[in-house]
């Protein structure tokens, strides 16, 4: 018993009548990682935020070293050495590096906060887990990867006895992912646990010493990594075996639809000089490392980014979009890569989530139809096939997965013709990717033109016709899918570095 820092013995959550969490055990050994798999609303969140205070649980017990604990808040877990990288980072982004490293905790010298402490604390910490970061920089100024680190940093900084850390590389380069991997293994020989969630199964193989999976809220599997394989974590998350990661990409694209020529941005990070041509039912992939300008080209197709020089030219119609409202209007549709930040409204409803991109469709006479409303919710709803128990749920209280079916949906409302996606399936489960798979295929067959973004090499390879990839900010090449690889689009991407 020495060795375990962590057992949950019997824990149960429900939210009104939807029971999240179902009798769950699970045993965390000192300087072990476990992983936590399983499809969106599965309750893998929802047990991490019962042991981490921010959820009071409902039944059974949680035990760190042998002591019962029952956390009030999360400040009492972190004083505690309980720490939690969330998926969806809350960071005070105005503010330096520092500061959010020492919020709610920041040293004083005479009654006055000690910033000279802070800095030479923040640079130590920086140093020991050999991260090269600034103390002084400005939350904003970072790339959301390197808001991620700083984020690990801090979980670190409390000394803390176990670390949750939920999607951790959902926007790390693969560099970055390597430089967590060795972090992680550090503290690991230094007797810091870690339960670690995601649904990237490589890592999951690649870092952990145990598996848990959690299907509707019960656990289903608790293995050894050595002892389990791929197809048998897929089968306990879903109920069943999926034989394919990807479905047929069988659509044919038709005539030229979407032409890019010599697009230049006006404002930093500066994109330059990019042409392509992308058709009409095309599934038309953008690849490149983090940085290298992918999410900054669809902002500018979009109109959220100001274009210095080139055109944008569709179905023969040169257009300039002055805004986003523009390129709505032009059917146009953009999936944000941060959700949370400015892809949804996070204090309001499914239903209104889901109308907001179009409500003069959900008019009678000239005013709102709360009818019209809640019909084009459930429709998404069933569409998407979101975990739920009505459209008036908040948005706030679903999987981050479910989130995202919910946002794709809004933009299925309005029947785009150009459809871009920055990252759709980030945080998302297996079972729930493959269904978003479908959905982009269906599209492309219904003569959608579809750029997707994704960091994923596998992902970008399985769902794809062609694959444009960036590298520091410019194209550095176009290729079939069918007749390309991962070493290929690697070379690519390291073109102009």
């Known amino acids: 018993m020495d060795d375990i820092v962590l057992e949950i013995k019997h824990l149960s959550k429900a939210f009104a009548k939807n029971k999240v969490l179902d009798g769950i055990n699970l045993t965390v050994k000192k300087g072990s990682v ?37 956390f009030k808040n999360p400040k009492e877990a972190l004083e505690s050495g309980v720490a939690m990288v969330h998926q969806e980072l809350n960071q005070c982004l ?33 140093a020991s887990l050999n991260m090269n970061v600034n103390p002084r920089t400005i939350m904003r100024t970072m790339s959301v990867s390197q808001r991620q680190m700083v984020e690990i940093a801090k979980a670190v900084s409390y000394d803390a006895k176990i670390i949750v850390l939920d999607e951790p590389t959902s926007s790390l380069t693969e560099r970055e992912v390597s430089k967590l991997f060795s972090i992680v293994n550090d503290l690991k020989a230094k007797g810091v646990s870690f339960v670690y969630i995601s649904h990237k199964m490589d890592e999951i193989f690649q870092i952990c010493d145990e598996i848990a999976v959690l299907r509707d809220g019960k656990m289903i599997l608790t293995k050894p990594t050595k ?84 055109e944008i030219v569709v179905g023969g119609k040169k257009l300039r979009f002055r805004n986003s409202k523009d390129a709505m209007e032009h059917s146009f549709a953009l999936v944000t890569e941060e959700r949370k930040l400015n892809g949804m409204f996070g204090k309001d409803t499914i239903k209104f989530n889901t109308v907001i991109t179009n409500l003069e469709s959900y008019k009678t006479f000239g005013i709102l139809s709360n009818h019209k409303m809640q019909e084009a919710a459930e429709r998404e709803i069933k569409v998407m096939h979101t975990k739920c128990v009505s459209a008036d749920e908040l948005i706030s209280s679903l999987s981050g997965g479910n989130q995202q079916k919910v946002i794709i949906g809004k933009w299925l409302e309005r029947q785009p013709d150009v459809f871009l996606m920055d990252e759709p399936t980030r945080g998302i489960d297996v079972g729930a990717k493959y269904e978003i798979y479908q959905l982009i295929i269906n599209m492309a067959k219904q003569g959608k033109t579809i750029i997707v973004v994704s960091s994923e090499m596998p992902e970008i390879l399985g769902i794809t016709n062609r694959i444009a990839v960036m590298s520091n900010h410019k194209l550095a090449g176009i290729v079939n899918t069918k007749e390309t690889d991962q070493e290929a689009l690697l070379r690519l991407s390291a073109k102009y570095l």
């Open 34 to 70: 476990v992983g936590l798999m399983g499809e969106n609303g599965a309750g893998k969140s929802t047990m991490m935020k019962c042991l981490f205070g921010i959820y009071a649980k409902d039944e059974g017990q949680i035990s760190l070293e042998n002591r019962p604990i029952n």
């Open 94 to 126: 105005d503010r330096t590096v520092a500061d959010n490293l020492f919020l709610g905790r920041y040293p004083t010298k005479a009654g006055v906060v000690d910033e000279a402490r802070m800095l030479t604390e923040s640079n130590k910490l920086f």
């Open 227 to 310: 002892e389990t394989d791929m197809n048998e974590l897929i089968a306990a998350m879903v109920g069943r075996s999926l034989d394919k990661r990807f479905p047929d990409v069988d659509n044919v694209p038709g005539e030229d639809f979407l032409e890019v020529r010599k697009l230049t941005t006006k404002f930093d990070p500066v994109i330059e000089d990019i042409s392509f041509t992308v058709r009409k039912g095309e599934i038309f992939g953008l690849y490149g490392l983090v940085g290298a300008g992918r999410s900054e080209l669809l902002e500018s197709l979009f109109g959220i980014r100001t274009i210095a020089s080139g």
